[in-house]
């Protein structure tokens, strides 16, 4: 017997009542934690070692940490899939972005119409992936608009916009119009955000009195968790928004974010100068703003 209590606010949220014959909870969960703490232990001294300035070694265990977490998504991806019980299939999907992984939650969604069509579980997933497929009409309408204007394109004005910061208070985007800023979407419970953190956060370090901050925008929907990872990757610098609606926020809409993180550079003039440039070249170009600005 399965037990599945869903919070329809947050999917990874279940409390799972485990009887002895739930063997693929039990191996699911010892494998997920397993490759959890290597990944921790790997970022951490992926952190300590780039802070030292050895980029080189730094990026060989960020390329690796990458690996391990391409690996561990088509794990998750190959058990959803193959998974005996329907229920462990949903759990295990939890785990993914649903856009990125829509392709796999289309398949997760038809199973849970056969196999458990009145369960709770089956209408939160149903609607979740109709979220998901609005979402990308609103992105196509949207990139479609881009082309035919340039609004998100290298060269044009970056769209304003006016999201709250952890204490409530509303912060603007064109506020920081005068300085080179980083327009950062991420989230917590985004691997690759975090681990990209501390190339973001040297490079606030090391230009931050020179006229270059960050502008982070964060997907999450939990507020104890953004504000959690802010504290715990040092995320210093004060400009913080989101408005904990996930995919749904207003700001990632407007900017056509379907996959995080995605960045964009901003020049003092408040225009759009590059995207998704990460360490030494998010680092090389920011000095090569300052120098000729």
């Known amino acids: 017997k399965v037990e599945v209590d869903l919070d329809a606010q ?6 799972i009542a485990l009887s002895e014959e739930n063997d693929e909870f039990n191996l699911f969960n010892s494998e997920i934690s397993g490759r ?4 921790q232990s790997m970022n951490q001294e992926y952190i300590q070692i780039y802070q030292t300035g050895q980029v080189q070694q730094a990026n060989a265990i960020r390329a690796e940490l990458e690996k391990l ?3 561990t998504e088509t794990y998750i991806t190959n058990f959803s899939k193959n998974s005996g019980s329907a229920y462990a299939a949903a759990y295990a999907m939890s785990y993914l972005d649903p856009v990125r992984f829509a392709d796999d939650l289309k398949v997760l969604v038809s199973r849970l119409e056969k196999d458990i069509p009145e369960a709770d579980i089956t209408r939160e997933y149903k609607q979740r992936y109709n979220q ?9 309408a949207q990139q479609k608009q881009a082309g035919s204007t340039g609004k998100l394109k290298v060269g044009a004005p970056a769209p304003d916009f006016s999201l709250p910061s952890p204490d409530g208070k509303n912060i603007k985007l064109s506020s920081l119009k005068g300085k080179i800023v980083l327009l950062d979407f991420w ?6 955000c975090r681990v990209e953190n501390p190339n973001v956060v040297r490079t606030y370090n090391k230009f931050k009195d020179k006229g270059f901050t960050v502008f982070s925008v964060s997907l999450d929907k939990n507020r104890n968790r953004w504000v959690g990872a802010i504290e715990q990757d040092n995320l210093v610098w004060k400009n913080h928004v989101s408005d904990l609606q996930g995919w749904q926020s207003s700001a990632g809409q407007l900017y056509g974010v379907r996959s995080i993180p995605q960045t964009f550079l901003i020049d003092r003039d408040g225009t759009i100068v590059a995207t998704n440039l990460r360490g030494p070249s998010l680092e090389a170009k920011v000095a090569e703003l300052l120098a000729t600005s």
């Open 10 to 15: 947050d999917l990874t949220k279940y409390d």
């Open 36 to 39: 959890q703490v290597q990944m």
């Open 69 to 71: 977490n391409a690996d």
């Open 132 to 140: 998901v497929l609005a979402q990308k009409q609103i992105e196509k």
């Open 187 to 192: 989230a917590s419970w985004c691997r690759p």
